[in-house]
Each structure stands twice: as C-alpha cells, then as structure tokens.
C-alpha cells in the first residue's frame, strides 16, 4: 500500500492559508489521494480528492505535482473551527477488489487567533 | 451527503464479556463497509473491509476471532469485540462507501472502554 508521509503539527494565523504538504512517493498510476480532517474525538470529514490534476471545491484546494509524488492541501482562510487533525490518504486497492483508504499520521494543524 | 451512524458513541464493558457495535449507512446502500481502531494520539487503523453478504477480509495482524465483522445487509455492519480486555479499549470508526462513490463517509465513532 502507497504510504504517505506528512510533517507532525503546524500552526496557522487565522484568515491566512494553511499548506499542507504530504509526500506520496510510492503511489501508483491509478491510486487517488485524498484528504480528511478529524476534530477531537469525532469520525473522519472528507475534504477534497484527486488523482493528477488540482481540484478546488468549497472546503479547499489540493495541488498535485506533476510526478504526483507529493501534493499539497490549501485551506484559503483559516478559521479556528479549522483546527484538527488533516490526513493525507492514497486510496488503494484491496485485494477484494474493492477500495480501502489507509491512514498516515496525520498532521494537527492549530489556527491560532 | 450521505450519513453513517455508529451505535452506541459510548460503551463500559467488563473484563472478559463481548460488546458489540453496529454502523448504519442511513440514506444509502453501502456496498463495503470498513472498520478501523484509533488509540489516543494516534492516526486510524483499519482492522477490516466487508463487502455486503460476503466474509470480511481482516488487516495482517488483527485477530479475527477476536472482531467479529458481520455485513448482512446493504445499510447495516456490526463489530463485534469478544472477550475484551482492557487493551482493547479504543475509538472504533466504521465507514462506508457505495459502488461508484468518489469517497468514504465515516461514522461518529464508538469509544470502547473495557474495566
């Protein structure tokens, strides 16, 4: 399974951007990244997807690099509701052949006021 | 977007009995649901994926003796944690995703204590 590698914490100014960066060097052709977040004690929230080109949507923008061997996760305005933990995940294909997603470590990215 | 719902959010059991967890996916038809464990501090681990009416297919390393997964429906799995020990105490997240879905939506989470 693709691992995906991210720096432990950040701290971000609230109403500037956060960048998340992970690295995936390992994905394969097909294998999606994505990104969830995860505030204490609650199931995971989906953010954003992609597989090579950069996707934006109303939570986010993910910047995937050519190689697609890393990419990066841009929150625009970082509020303090923003402060979690951001995990960077390479969907994989499970034996069954249906799809699992496998965590890294994660990285808690703080707004700070 | 599509909701799952874990029960219960929170669960004392003791020593040596058997508890068990249930995730609906509540306004859609989950082809595969997968089951992870989160101790403290630390990123999710998935124990297992089930795809409806066929066994589950665990994590190297986790017992499957111990979790019992049953997916026998297309809204409903259960986890099913026997004999548990104190070690066993954690946040257990299912999640679940539709055949043709872009992503998984997860439940709320089931913390597990076991004295």
């Known amino acids: 399974d693709a691992k995906t590698t991210q720096p432990t914490s950040m701290d971000c100014a609230e109403g500037r951007a956060a960048n998340l960066p992970c690295n995936h060097s390992?994905?394969?052709?097909?294998?999606?990244v994505y990104w969830y977040r995860q505030i204490h004690s609650q199931g995971p929230q989906y953010i954003i997807h992609g597989l090579k080109n950069n996707e934006t949507n109303e939570m986010a923008s993910l910047i995937i690099t050519e190689d697609r061997k890393s990419s990066t996760l841009i929150l625009p305005h970082a509020t303090l509701r923003d402060t979690a933990v951001y995990y960077c995940?390479?969907?994989?294909?499970?034996?069954?052949?249906?799809?699992?997603?496998?965590f890294g470590t994660g990285t808690r990215l703080k707004v700070l006021a | 977007g599509a909701v799952v719902s874990q029960h219960p959010s929170r669960v004392i059991c003791k020593s040596g009995t058997s508890v068990k967890i249930e995730c609906r996916s509540l306004?859609?038809?989950?082809?595969?649901m997968f089951w992870y464990r989160q101790f403290p501090k630390q990123s999710l681990m998935l124990m297992a994926t089930s795809n409806e009416g066929s066994k589950a297919t665990y994590e190297q390393g986790v017992e499957k003796d111990k979790f019992l997964i049953n997916h026998a429906s297309l809204t409903l799995s259960t986890l099913t944690v026997t004999s548990a020990h104190p070690e066993d105490s954690s946040f257990y997240i299912c999640?679940?995703?539709?055949?043709?879905?872009?992503?998984?939506?997860f439940g709320q989470g089931t913390r597990l204590t076991v004295v």
């Open positions: 306004d859609f038809q989950a082809t595969t």
């Open positions: 390992t994905i394969s052709g097909n294998e999606y």
């Open positions: 999640s679940a995703s539709r055949q043709g879905d872009t992503e998984a939506f």
């Open positions: 995940i390479v969907r994989a294909r499970a034996t069954s052949g249906t799809y699992k997603y496998i």
